[in-house]
């Protein structure tokens, strides 16, 4: 009797599961690659703006798989704050991959209400093309844009970024990537705080690649 189309299926996703397997097995054999400078020394002052470090406990340290990361808050003369955040993998697997905002952010209680993108003005480059997000939680609001950059790629995609994590995993041996996350509260109107956060990624751009292994 036959094999009905269901058992084909059945079988066709189980070796394609059984070779992704083998394939995620092959990244956790991968040398660590360290970051290119540690991030505790990226600029505390960009523009007009001057940072201070919000350093993280222990206990989320260890929850995040952190080694390298970059968490502060930046304030500029008028008074205005926004948050930066890079964390950096130098080697990712089953358990210390990055933590998305694009999950972690609804974990939190932050519910998006409006998804769009972001160009971000990269000297001697096209625009760089970013996630924006107006997320809420109860009276609150911020704009956050983030992107993946790594292995001499910026990335918007989750999805995106886990295919080119295997790719480079097998061809190149490297799974090293970092999250870029800013935080901007919407205090008024959210055309400003997005205006603010682009601007304040324009400024920090120049300095990424010294941090993130290119």
């Known amino acids: 009797m036959p094999d009905s189309p269901a058992s084909s299926r059945l079988l066709f996703a189980l070796v394609f599961l059984l070779a992704l397997f083998g394939l995620l097995h092959a990244l956790m054999a991968q040398p660590a690659v360290p970051p290119t400078l540690s ?6 002052r960009l523009g ?23 968490n502060r808050v930046y304030t500029n003369p008028a008074g205005r704050v926004l948050g930066f955040y ?5 080697r990712q697997k089953f358990g210390t991959d990055i933590h998305s905002p694009k999950h972690c952010l609804p974990g939190s209680g932050w519910e998006p209400i409006a998804v769009q993108s972001a160009a971000i003005p990269v000297p001697g480059s096209a625009p760089a093309r970013v996630n924006s997000y107006l997320v809420e939680r109860g009276w609150q609001r911020d704009l ?4 993946f950059q790594g292995r001499g790629r910026v990335l918007r ?16 041996r490297r799974s090293d990537e970092a999250l870029v996350r800013i935080v ?17 990624a324009r400024l920090a751009w120049p300095h990424l690649r010294a941090y993130i292994p290119n």
């Open 39 to 44: 991030l505790r020394l990226f600029p505390m």
């Open 48 to 70: 007009g703006w001057q940072g201070k470090n919000q350093p993280f406990s222990a206990h989320v340290l260890a929850a995040l798989g952190l080694r390298d990361y970059l």
């Open 86 to 90: 890079i964390a950096y993998y130098p």
């Open 144 to 147: 956050v844009l983030y992107w």
């Open 157 to 172: 995609s989750e999805l995106q970024g886990k295919w080119f994590q295997i790719w480079d995993g097998l061809v190149r």
């Open 184 to 200: 901007v509260p919407v205090t008024g109107s959210r055309v400003a705080a997005r205006r603010r956060a682009i601007a304040f």
